[in-house]
C-alpha cells in the first residue's frame, strides 16, 4: 500500500493530478488498508520525520521531528499561519489534509531527494 500512496503524491508533485483527486485517492487507499491492526499505526507513530540540507558553502541543516509532533504541528500550525497575513501566500495553496493522509497512510522512506546544479542537496525522509 506504501507504493501506491507514494504513486499518487509523485502524480500531484508532477501535475497529472490535482490535490482534491490526489486526496480522494488516499482516502480510498486508507479504507482498503482500513483493518491496519492499531499497534503497528503507534509504532509508526513513533517515526521520525528528518530534513537534512548539505550546502556547497557549508550551511547544513538537520531536523529530525517526531511523526506524533509533525502530525500535531500540521493540524495547529496550518491554521495559524493561514492567519497571518505575511505567511498567508506560503501556506494558502498547501492540503494539510494531503499530508496528514500521508503520515495516516504511513508513508516511509524518501519523500524529498533534491540536488541542485550547484552542489547543494535535500533529502526529507521517514524512518
Known sequence: MK???TKVL????EGKIDSEKGAELLSVLKEKG???EPKK???YLDKTLKIRVVSKENDNVNVNVPIKLVKAILKTGHSIAASIPQSQQYVKDLDINLLIDAIENEL???IVDIQSANGDTVKVTIE
Open 34 to 36: 482500513a483493518d491496519l
Open 10 to 13: 509523485t502524480m500531484i508533485q
Open 3 to 5: 507504493e501506491e500512496i
Open 41 to 43: 499505526l503507534n509504532k
Open 108 to 110: 516511509d522512506g524518501n
